[in-house]
C-alpha cells in the first residue's frame, strides 16, 4: 500500500483540507498501512522508528472519529517525553485546523497542574499526556476516561525503558472495555508483547522496517540555520560552490512555490517540480533542467520520482525529510556516474537529534558546518576569478588587452592595479552602483551580487532575535548616495552598532532600511538635524 495519495484514503474532507494545506502529497509506507486499518476500528501494533511519519499515521483516524459537539474526552495519546507530548499535540492540532470545535491539551511534568485542570473543564477531547501526569490527574479526578473510544502508545518501548510500566497498565485497566487500543514502538521487547497480549483485542501487526542504505561518494555536511534565514544561507552557498546543476528539497508543494520565488527574485535560474503541475508542465520543466536552462530545480520528494539527470553536482535538503529513506532517495541523485557529489542539510532546534537518527541509519558521517559569512562568498568568488586570471595569463596572448589598459592608464588618472580590481569587482557581479542606475529589481543576478545589498543581507540573519522596524528616508541614489552612506549616518547619529541595520533598499528618490524596533525612535530623532552628502534628510516610519 506505499504511493497511497492522502486522497485516496477516504478521509473527512477537512482533514484532508489540513494536509493539503501543510502540502503534504502522499502517504508513507507506515500512514499508508496504518490509517486505513486504525480507521475500519482494529487495534494495531505498528513497528515503526522515528523519523517515519507515524504521528499523522494515528493522529489522522484519531481525528476521524473524534465528535467535535462532544466536548468529553474522546482519545488519549501517552508520550514518553514531554517534549515530544508537545510535539505530538502541535501536529493534531495541525491536522486539526479546520475542525472547528475540537480541542487538544498536552500535559505533562513540569508545567502547573492548576492550568491544566483549568483547560480540562472546559472541555478537551483529546489529551496528549506522559504518563506520570496522567496519573496525577487520574488521581485528582480530574482526567475521566468514561468517554474514550481510542488510547495511543506512542514509543512505546521508550516508555518502558524510563520505568512506566507500571502507570500505563494502571492506565490500560482504567480504560472502557469498548475502545480502540493502537500501540507504536521501534523494537518489540517483551514487556511490548505482554502489554499487547493484556489490553488489546485481535491486534493486527504492521511492521515497517528501513532498509540498509549507504552513500559513500557524497560529502554530506548540515548547518543550523532557522527557517527564516535559509534562503538566505542557501544563495550563499550556491554562490561558494556553483554548482553546475543543484536539486534543491522541500517537504511542501507551497514551500516550492515560495523557494522558486525567492530564488528567481535574486536572479537565479529556478523552476520547481511538485505534485499539482500538469504532465506537460513537469516535461517541459525537466527539459529545461537537463538541458542546463535551469540550473536549479525545487521540487517535493513525489515529484522529483523519475529524476535522472547525471550532471547534479549538489543536493538541499532545505526541509528535513520526514521519512529517513528520503534522506537517502533525495542525495543519491549526485554523485553519480563514479562523480563526488555534495549533500547539504539546513536544520534547527530538535531536528538535529532527527538528522543525528538519519546519519546512523545511512552510516554516514554529516558534518557540521558554519554558516559561510559573506566575506567568506567574497573572499572565494575572488579566489575563483583569480584562478580564471592564472589560466588566461599563461594560455593567451593579452597582448591587446595590454594596449587598451596602457592608453586608459595614460589617459586617467589610474594605475594597473586600480584597473585590476575594478576588473575583479565586475567579474564577481559587484558593480551595480555603476552598471545600473534605475530603481533595483529583484531580477537581476547584478543586484543579487551587490556587495552593498549582501551586506544588508547578513545583518538580517545576524539580526535574526531582533524585531525589524522599516524606515523612509527622503533621499535616493539621483542623489549620488549609497548604501554605506545611508548606513554611516545612521550608525554614527543615532550611535548603534552598524551590525544591527537590517536591509537598505535604494530608489532613485527615497530609500527603505530596516532597524531593530526598540532603536527606531532613536534613529528618527538623531536624524532630524543630520545630512547626508551635504544634504539634509527626513527620515520616518514607513507606510505599509
Request: proline share 3%.
Amino acid at each position: 500500500m506505499e504511493n497511497l495519495r492522502f486522497t485516496e484514503l477516504n478521509l473527512d474532507s477537512r482533514i484532508l483540507r489540513a494536509v493539503e494545506d501543510m502540502g503534504f502529497e502522499e502517504a508513507s509506507p507506515i500512514q499508508a498501512q496504518a490509517i486505513p486499518t486504525i480507521m475500519e476500528g482494529a487495534d494495531i501494533i505498528g513497528q515503526a522508528q522515528t523519523g517515519t511519519g507515524k504521528t499523522a499515521a494515528f493522529g489522522i483516524p484519531l481525528l476521524q472519529k473524534v465528535d467535535s459537539k462532544d466536548r468529553n474526552l474522546q482519545s488519549i495519546v501517552l508520550c514518553p517525553t514531554r517534549e515530544l507530548a508537545i510535539q505530538v499535540a502541535e501536529e493534531v492540532r495541525n491536522l486539526a485546523k479546520f475542525m472547528h470545535g475540537v480541542k487538544v491539551l498536552p500535559i505533562y511534568g513540569g508545567q502547573d497542574i492548576s492550568t491544566q485542570i483549568r483547560s480540562l473543564k472546559s472541555g478537551v477531547q483529546i489529551v496528549i499526556g506522559t504518563p506520570g501526569r496522567v496519573m496525577d490527574h487520574m488521581r485528582r479526578r480530574t482526567l475521566k476516561f468514561d468517554h474514550v473510544k481510542m488510547i495511543v502508545l506512542d514509543e512505546a518501548d521508550e516508555m518502558l525503558n524510563m520505568g512506566f510500566r507500571e502507570d500505563i497498565e494502571t492506565i490500560l485497566a482504567d480504560m472502557p472495555v469498548e475502545r480502540q487500543t493502537i500501540l507504536f514502538s521501534a523494537t518489540m521487547p517483551d514487556a511490548i508483547r505482554d502489554i499487547a497480549r493484556n489490553y488489546q483485542k485481535d491486534s493486527k501487526t504492521i511492521k515497517v522496517i528501513k532498509k540498509e542504505l549507504t552513500v559513500p561518494t557524497i560529502e554530506q555536511y548540515y548547518y543550523e540555520v532557522r527557517t527564516k534565514n535559509r534562503s538566505e544561507v542557501l544563495c550563499r552557498l550556491l554562490d561558494i560552490y556553483s554548482p553546475k546543476l543543484s536539486l534543491v528539497f522541500c517537504n511542501t508543494k507551497r514551500g516550492v512555490d515560495e523557494l522558486v520565488s525567492t530564488l528567481s527574485g535574486r536572479g537565479y535560474f529556478a523552476e520547481g517540480l511538485h505534485g499539482d503541475m500538469k504532465q506537460q508542465q513537469r516535461d517541459r520543466t525537466m527539459k529545461k533542467f537537463r538541458d542546463g536552462k535551469t540550473n536549479i530545480l525545487v521540487a517535493t520528494d513525489v515529484a522529483a520520482r523519475g529524476i535522472d539527470v547525471d550532471d547534479v553536482e549538489a543536493v538541499f535538503n532545505y526541509d528535513l525529510p520526514q521519512d529517513d529513506e528520503y534522506y537517502v532517495h533525495r542525495i543519491g541523485r549526485t554523485g553519480r556516474a563514479g562523480r563526488t557529489g555534495r549533500a547539504f542539510t539546513f536544520v534547527f532546534g530538535r531536528e538535529v537529534y532527527k538528522l543525528k537518527d538519519i546519519q546512523k541509519h545511512c552510516k554516514a558521517k554529516i558534518v557540521n558546518q558554519p554558516i559561510p559569512s559573506l566575506h567568506d562568498v567574497t573572499d572565494l568568488m575572488a579566489t575563483k576569478a583569480l584562478d580564471q586570471v592564472s589560466e588566461i595569463i599563461e594560455s593567451v596572448d593579452l597582448t591587446k588587452m595590454i594596449d587598451i589598459i596602457e592608453a586608459r592608464i595614460n589617459d586617467e588618472d589610474y594605475t594597473a592595479l586600480d584597473v585590476a580590481a575594478a576588473l575583479l569587482k565586475i567579474s564577481m557581479g559587484e558593480s551595480r552602483e555603476i552598471v545600473k542606475d534605475s530603481a533595483p529589481t529583484r531580477d537581476s543576478r547584478d543586484y543579487r551580487d551587490s556587495r552593498d545589498y549582501r551586506d544588508s543581507r547578513d545583518s538580517n540573519v545576524t539580526n535574526e532575535k531582533h524585531g525589524m522596524t522599516r524606515l523612509f528616508i527622503n533621499v535616493g541614489k539621483k542623489q549620488r548616495i549609497k548604501p554605506g552612506d545611508i548606513l554611516g549616518a545612521i550608525a554614527g547619529e543615532s550611535g548603534i552598532e552598524g551590525h544591527l541595520v537590517g536591509s537598505i533598499d535604494m530608489y532613485d528618490s527615497y530609500t527603505f532600511v530596516d532597524v531593530p524596533k526598540e532603536y527606531a525612535q532613536d534613529v528618527i530623532d538623531a536624524m532630524k538635524k543630520a545630512s547626508i552628502k551635504g544634504k539634509s534628510v527626513h527620515v520616518e516610519r514607513a507606510k505599509h
